[in-house]
């Protein structure tokens, strides 16, 4: 949410508004919206507000779905479109049953730390009301009928500690990072380990973990800018069927330890 609410914002702010493909083919007039596009780097989302929202490199800010990849195949986790008209997903529609367009569902889900947003790829779907979802978690981490395997994996973002996992076999996420799947025991061992790091840390630089029944709170700490901190909850990661975790997936980059030795 954190990545897709300042597009949105920013599409809706601007005084112009950019023909794109996927608005041809929805067959909507000008209007502020999201673009939804594909390549061979993932599927993005971006402004189409005018001026055009660059990076320092002057490539189009946008942010991309992260998912999982079969290596060998080069498949990934994210549904497909047949029609680019699907792309185009339009800020300001009113709605006859009186439902929230767009823009008002993210800041809703920013004002409620509604972490995540899910959007189906058929836009006919909007007519049933659940083109959009809004969640603390995500519900697709992990592929199916994957095969697990364990192993030692280790991150910059737990300081370097190793930890047991269960790794999905041939499956990476699209920058190469492993799948990982934690027993309780590590993820409080993780917990711990983190707790220790964050006395001595700057805002923002290691989260922490909060082991809360049958999901994990992953929280960062922010500044305020006023000579003080707040905790914020980035994400909530439920128990899977075996209590397993996945911690950090697509936010935090895993690796295979190199060897099993304890932080």
Known sequence: ?????????????????????????????????????????????????????????????????????????GVTGNPGSTDDGDGFLPLRAEHLDGRRDLLDLLRFARDRQLRWLGVNPNRASDDSNDRYVLSHSRGDILPPHAI??????????????????????????????????????????????????????MPAEH???????DYVSVRWEEDTGEDSSRWIEEDRVPADADDHFAIGAYQWQWAAAVDGNQP
Request: charged share 25%.
């Open 148 to 201: 697990w395997v364990p192993a030692t994996v280790t991150s910059d973002t737990v300081g370097g500690g190793h930890y047991r996992a269960l790794v999905a076999d041939g499956h990476t996420t699209l920058d190469g990072g492993l799948l990982c799947r934690f027993p309780r025991d590590e993820v409080e061992r993780m917990a711990d380990h983190l707790d220790a790091l964050s006395l001595g840390d």
């Open 1 to 73: 949410m954190e990545d897709v609410l300042p597009l949105a914002e920013h599409a809706a702010a601007t005084p112009r508004h950019r023909k794109t493909r996927q608005q041809i083919r929805a067959g909507w007039p000008d209007a502020p919206a999201l673009i939804w596009s594909r390549d061979t780097g993932g599927d993005w989302l971006s402004s189409n507000g005018m001026p055009c929202w660059c990076d320092a490199d002057g490539a189009e800010h946008r942010t991309r779905s992260e998912t999982w990849t079969h290596t060998a195949t």
């Open 207 to 213: 989260p922490v973990l909060r082991v809360v029944g």
